[in-house]
Structures are given as structure tokens and as C-alpha cells.
């Protein structure tokens, strides 16, 4: 192997663990903000299951609202981290142009 392509094979090395490391920093950020909104919504539904009257129809409704919000943000914070190249390399949305 030539020294030209041993240096283009490091640069590809680099730019791949690069983006590894960018996916994981980002799996990391949405695993937090899905647990963190996963809580808040937990609290929530206890909140306001106490707080309104003894009515058990909208108590249901109330958890299957934000049960359902839940659901709906973590799918769209999956849906962020699925940005795929032809490759199947992920590409966080920001390397796109480079």
C-alpha cells in the first residue's frame, strides 16, 4: 500500500469514527431528553389525576392524551437519529454537506 493510500485510508478512519462518536453523543441527548420527558409526563398524569374531580372518563382521558404525546415525542426523536447516508452510515444532520 502506498503512502497515498495509507493517508486517504486514515482520513476515512477518521471522518468514520467521527461520525460514530456524533451518533453517539446524539443517541446520548435523546435517551436523556426521552427519559426526562417520560418523568415530567409521569408527574404530570399524578398532578392532575388528584386534581380533578372524581370524574374516572377524564381521568382516562387525561393519561391517554399524554400517554400519547410521549409517544409522539419519542418518535420524532428517533426519527432525528434515522438520518441515514447510502452508505448506512449515520450522518448527524450538520456533517450532511461535508
Known amino acids: 500500500m502506498s503512502e497515498a493510500e495509507r493517508r486517504q485510508q486514515r482520513i476515512i478512519d ?3 469514527s467521527r461520525l460514530k462518536r456524533a451518533r453517539a ?3 446520548a441527548k ?3 431528553i426521552w427519559l426526562f420527558a417520560f418523568a415530567a409526563n409521569i408527574g404530570f398524569i399524578f398532578a ?6 372524581n370524574n374516572p372518563v377524564l381521568k382516562y382521558f387525561l393519561i391517554v392524551v399524554f400517554t400519547y404525546s410521549w409517544v409522539s415525542l419519542f418518535d420524532e426523536l428517533t ?9 448506512g452510515t449515520a450522518i448527524p444532520e450538520g456533517d450532511r454537506d461535508k
Open 30 to 32: 435523546v435517551v436523556f
Open 79 to 87: 426519527e432525528r437519529i434515522a438520518i441515514k447516508s447510502p452508505q
Open 14 to 16: 477518521r471522518r468514520v
Open 25 to 27: 453523543v446524539l443517541v
Open 48 to 53: 392532575m389525576y388528584d386534581a380533578l374531580p
